[in-house]
């Protein structure tokens, strides 16, 4: 029986052997598992291949294989000279290339501009480096000396007015338009109809008040400021007396003789750095000569221009995105109206607006400069979509982290700063870098407001005859797409960087 039973159950043949493995690593094993495993992705590999075949390839043959690389005119890019076809025009790039960088910045001049790009990429890129240390005094240099040292390096000049002085003449400007706004609205009052005529008389005569009210606070700073300017050196004086006002004000609001020693000390450290600075540029005795901003051009109002848009734009989207979710209706009410008017006008609208019909709504003495009033309505225009990234971040955050936080005693400044508002920008990193590289490029809409731009430069190149060939204008949109696409892929891939490396989830 058991005989029986065991030649039952026991194999008397050999198993056939299996079939080798589909191999799955390498190349072969990629282009089996992503590329030809199914009938549709066959079809689109194939539908892919064909279409880079057609773009990619004549791309190169044109940019690198056919194209001319040296040459002194537009005769070596001409195909019945070069017996071919002939490609990419790079002797027109390297003809024109200073203008695409400074634009129509004085040659003898443009050391300044080579002298701030590399003092922002030293400043930059400790920041941009995770463990290199001392980030507090490298941010404080990068956004807030740097902006000061850049424009008097490129535009030139000297100080005028330091800290007290240029308080007091920004007050008593102040002062005056609010007089003339109520002395006109009263000469209104009394030539208007017998129902708005009152009202005007009455809003004028508050705006005469507050005037007078405004003109006994800043008396005092007037009266400093005409002594420091009838002074043998108005600068240095100014400085020294706004450098001790600023330090005593630090000191006295961070504990004073018991914990405002730091800030004392930080602050007179500062001042003197700033005195350094004044001293070695001259700025205390005319300082550079004076570079008109109409005369910049080229990458160097690109950078300047997106730069300043997406620092700018950064503090006031948080404002806003607060703003927006705080329990004050005046407040909320006003963040709301500011995000929906800003994101409901075109860029251009904004550029137009802010270059030509802004010193309408100036007084008659004071004036902004052309590239001024352009940084001032991009970043408040970048500044309104960077509040609804930040306020999706916001709204991400769960209720019992700022509980919390109420239950340790923190304020609500500290819960923000502290707790909310990293994780919030830690969720909402795609978002905001997204919205740079928009504004990066979007910065090229400025030379419809006659500011040349690096594509602005580019088309002003075109019109030199010397160069006036069937490939310079694919030649210099090549060049300046090169050009956008390394910004813009270099801010991407380190996007994805700070978010992988502030990713909470992350395997170490």
Request: proline share 5%.
């Amino acid at each position: 029986m058991s005989d029986i039973t065991t030649s039952a159950f026991v194999r008397r043949d050999l198993v056939p052997e299996r079939l080798a493995p589909v191999k799955t690593t390498g190349f072969v094993g990629f282009l089996r598992t992503r590329l030809f495993n199914s009938p549709t992705n066959i079809l689109i590999t194939i539908v892919s291949v064909v279409l880079l075949w057609f773009t990619v390839v004549p791309a190169i043959k044109f940019l690198l294989v056919d194209a001319v690389w040296r040459g002194g005119d537009r005769n070596v890019c001409l195909a019945e000279n070069a017996g071919h076809a002939v490609g990419a025009c790079w002797p027109f790039v390297e003809a024109k290339f200073t203008q695409f960088i400074y634009g129509f910045y004085p040659e003898p001049e443009r050391w300044r501009v080579n002298l701030t790009f590399l003092l922002g990429a030293l400043l930059l890129l400790p920041l941009l480096i995770p463990p290199l240390p001392a980030k507090g005094l490298n941010s404080g240099l990068f956004f807030v000396a740097f902006p000061v040292v850049a424009f008097f390096l490129l535009h030139g000049g000297g100080i005028d007015g330091f800290g007290v002085s240029w308080t007091a003449a920004m007050l008593a400007g102040f002062d005056e338009s609010i007089g003339n706004a109520g002395t006109a609205l009263s000469n209104a009052g009394q030539t208007s109809a017998a129902v708005i005529g009152p009202l005007l008389m009455v809003l004028g005569k508050l705006l005469t008040l507050l005037s007078s009210a405004i003109s006994w606070l800043i008396w005092p700073l007037i009266w400093l400021r005409d002594q420091i300017q009838a002074s043998s050196r108005p600068v240095w004086i100014d400085f020294a007396v706004t450098a001790a006002v600023v330090s005593l004000l630090l000191f006295l609001l961070n504990g004073g003789m018991r914990r405002g020693w730091r800030s004392l000390i930080v602050s007179l450290a500062i001042f003197a750095g700033i005195g350094i600075v004044i001293a070695v540029m001259g700025l205390d005795h005319g300082g550079l000569p004076i570079v008109d901003t109409r005369l910049w051009g080229g990458l160097l109002v690109t950078l300047v221009v997106s730069v300043t848009g997406i620092v700018a734009s950064m503090p006031i989207g948080i404002a806003l995105a607060l703003g927006r979710r705080a329990s004050i209706p005046l407040i909320r009410i006003f963040s709301v109206a500011f995000i929906e008017f800003w994101r409901g006008v075109p860029l251009i609208t904004v550029l137009f607006f802010a270059t030509y019909m802004l010193p309408l709504f100036l007084p008659g003495n004071f004036s902004v400069d052309g590239l001024v009033r352009a940084l001032i309505g991009i970043a408040l225009f970048a500044g309104a979509y960077q509040a609804e990234v930040i306020r999706g971040g916001l709204q991400a955050i769960p209720r019992g982290q700022g509980e919390a936080a109420s239950a340790l005693g923190l304020s609500w400044w500290k819960t923000t700063a502290l707790i909310v508002m990293p994780q919030a920008l830690r969720h909402v990193i795609p978002g905001l870098v997204n919205s740079f590289i928009a504004l990066f490029k979007d910065t090229s809409l400025v030379s419809i407001v006659a500011l040349f731009d690096l594509l602005g430069s580019l088309r002003a190149s075109f019109s030199d005859p010397v160069w006036a060939t069937p490939t310079t204008l694919f030649t210099g949109f090549a060049f300046a797409g090169m050009i956008y696409f390394a910004f813009c892929f270099g801010m991407s891939r380190y996007s994805l960087f700070v978010e992988n490396r502030l990713n909470a989830h992350r395997r170490n």
